[in-house]
Nanobody, 119 residues
């Protein structure tokens, strides 16, 4: 069983910064990628940033958000700068992994952390 624990959400003013953290624990053989998705009310969940063999960003966060990983701690971080009200959403940590050598790819999600940006 894999568990993702997120922290760091909260309230920020437009132009401010927040840093999200997520630590994965449990039984996994290989971590393929870790990243962040977000979901605003009435909208589908969207990829914000992921980091595996490549790094991917949502176009609207390029130059403002930075994803980083600590492979020893099985952690992923999202530094969010120059925040905008439209960044307000629940942010979910994502883990893509395998549980044994040659096994199928699996996905795990964190419980979500609220980010609210005031104008």
């Amino acid at each position: 069983q894999v568990q993702l624990v997120e922290s760091g959400g909260g309230l920020a003013e437009a132009g401010g910064s927040l840093r999200l953290s997520c630590v994965a624990s449990g039984n996994f053989f290989e971590v393929r990628s870790m990243g962040w998705y977000r979901q605003a009310p009435g909208k589908p969940r969207e990829l914000v940033a992921t980091r595996g063999s490549s790094t991917n960003y949502l176009r609207s966060v390029l130059g403002r958000f930075t994803i980083s990983r600590d492979n020893v701690k099985n952690a992923v971080y999202l530094q969010m700068d120059s925040l905008r009200p439209e960044d307000s959403a629940i942010y979910y940590c994502n883990l893509e992994y395998t549980s044994f050598a040659g096994g199928p790819g699996l996905t795990s999600w964190g419980q979500g952390t609220q980010v609210t940006v005031s104008s």
